[in-house]
Protein backbone atom coordinates (compact mmCIF):
# COMPACT_ATOMS: atom_id res chain seq x y z
CA UNK A 1 0.00 0.00 0.00
CA UNK A 2 1.29 3.07 -1.01
CA UNK A 3 1.11 6.54 1.19
CA UNK A 4 1.74 9.80 -0.03
CA UNK A 5 2.00 12.87 2.73
CA UNK A 6 1.92 16.16 1.37
CA UNK A 7 3.38 18.92 3.67
CA UNK A 8 5.31 22.55 2.74
CA UNK A 9 2.09 24.21 3.03
CA UNK A 10 1.50 27.50 5.05
CA UNK A 11 0.53 31.57 4.79
CA UNK A 12 2.19 33.95 2.35
CA UNK A 13 1.78 37.14 1.46
CA UNK A 14 0.54 37.63 -2.86
CA UNK A 15 3.76 37.46 -4.51
CA UNK A 16 5.88 35.32 -2.25
CA UNK A 17 6.87 31.67 -2.80
CA UNK A 18 6.59 28.44 -1.07
CA UNK A 19 7.91 24.73 -2.01
CA UNK A 20 5.89 22.12 -1.00
CA UNK A 21 6.64 18.39 -1.02
CA UNK A 22 5.24 15.17 -1.06
CA UNK A 23 6.94 11.92 0.32
CA UNK A 24 5.76 8.35 -0.88
CA UNK A 25 5.94 5.80 1.46
CA UNK A 26 4.91 1.75 1.03
CA UNK A 27 5.92 -0.62 -1.91
CA UNK A 28 8.31 0.22 -4.38
CA UNK A 29 6.76 3.60 -6.00
CA UNK A 30 8.11 5.46 -9.14
CA UNK A 31 7.51 9.48 -9.45
CA UNK A 32 6.83 8.96 -13.19
CA UNK A 33 3.19 10.46 -13.36
CA UNK A 34 2.98 11.61 -10.41
CA UNK A 35 1.00 15.20 -9.86
CA UNK A 36 -0.14 18.09 -7.83
CA UNK A 37 -3.97 18.92 -7.64
CA UNK A 38 -5.45 21.65 -5.51
CA UNK A 39 -9.07 22.11 -4.22
CA UNK A 40 -10.16 25.69 -2.98
CA UNK A 41 -13.39 26.20 -0.56
CA UNK A 42 -16.50 25.54 -2.45
CA UNK A 43 -14.64 24.00 -5.67
CA UNK A 44 -13.85 21.12 -7.44
CA UNK A 45 -10.34 19.74 -6.82
CA UNK A 46 -8.38 20.97 -10.24
CA UNK A 47 -5.27 19.78 -11.82
CA UNK A 48 -2.37 21.57 -11.58
CA UNK A 49 0.83 20.32 -12.90
CA UNK A 50 2.24 16.84 -13.41
CA UNK A 51 5.52 14.69 -14.29
CA UNK A 52 5.34 12.93 -17.86
CA UNK A 53 5.26 9.03 -18.01
CA UNK A 54 7.60 8.34 -19.93
CA UNK A 55 10.69 11.48 -18.73
CA UNK A 56 9.65 13.97 -20.98
CA UNK A 57 8.46 17.58 -20.20
CA UNK A 58 6.03 17.90 -17.09
CA UNK A 59 3.17 20.00 -17.83
CA UNK A 60 1.12 23.07 -15.83
CA UNK A 61 -2.39 23.76 -15.62
CA UNK A 62 -2.45 27.30 -17.88
CA UNK A 63 -3.23 29.37 -14.31
CA UNK A 64 -0.12 28.16 -13.26
CA UNK A 65 2.30 28.08 -15.66
CA UNK A 66 5.77 29.74 -15.80
CA UNK A 67 4.68 30.35 -11.33
CA UNK A 68 4.97 26.96 -10.33
CA UNK A 69 7.48 23.82 -11.00
CA UNK A 70 7.52 20.62 -10.23
CA UNK A 71 10.12 17.89 -10.01
CA UNK A 72 11.20 15.14 -8.30
CA UNK A 73 13.60 12.73 -6.15
CA UNK A 74 13.66 8.98 -6.97
CA UNK A 75 15.62 8.00 -4.50
CA UNK A 76 13.76 9.94 -1.34
CA UNK A 77 10.64 9.18 -3.01
CA UNK A 78 9.23 12.80 -2.93
CA UNK A 79 7.95 14.94 -5.41
CA UNK A 80 8.27 18.98 -5.11
CA UNK A 81 6.28 21.70 -6.19
CA UNK A 82 7.84 25.38 -5.97
CA UNK A 83 5.47 28.03 -6.09
CA UNK A 84 6.28 31.10 -7.16
CA UNK A 85 5.18 34.52 -7.69
CA UNK A 86 1.87 33.11 -5.56
CA UNK A 87 -1.52 35.15 -5.86
CA UNK A 88 -4.52 34.89 -3.49
CA UNK A 89 -6.33 32.32 -6.33
CA UNK A 90 -3.28 30.14 -5.65
CA UNK A 91 -5.08 29.50 -1.92
CA UNK A 92 -6.47 26.03 -1.66
CA UNK A 93 -5.47 22.66 0.12
CA UNK A 94 -2.80 20.79 -2.69
CA UNK A 95 -2.50 17.52 -2.89
CA UNK A 96 -0.13 14.38 -4.84
CA UNK A 97 -1.23 11.84 -6.47
CA UNK A 98 -0.95 10.42 -9.59
CA UNK A 99 -1.94 11.76 -13.00
CA UNK A 100 -4.75 10.61 -13.34
CA UNK A 101 -5.27 9.96 -9.44
CA UNK A 102 -6.07 6.92 -7.93
CA UNK A 103 -8.58 7.30 -4.81
CA UNK A 104 -6.54 5.10 -2.89
CA UNK A 105 -3.62 7.32 -2.80
CA UNK A 106 -5.64 10.77 -2.08
CA UNK A 107 -3.60 12.06 1.15
CA UNK A 108 -4.94 14.94 3.87
CA UNK A 109 -3.27 17.40 1.51
CA UNK A 110 -0.85 20.65 2.45
CA UNK A 111 -2.96 24.22 3.12
CA UNK A 112 -2.06 26.84 1.34
CA UNK A 113 -3.11 30.15 1.59
CA UNK A 114 -1.61 32.97 0.28
CA UNK A 115 -3.23 36.78 1.78
CA UNK A 116 -3.80 40.22 -0.67
Known amino acids: QVQLVESGGGLVQAGGSLRLSCAAS????????MGWFRQAPGKEREFVAA????????YYADSVKGRFTISSDNAKNTVYLQMNSLKPEDTAVYYC?????????WGQGTQVTVSS
Open 97 to 105: NKNPPLRAY
Open 26 to 33: GRTFSTNG
Open 51 to 58: MSWSGGSP
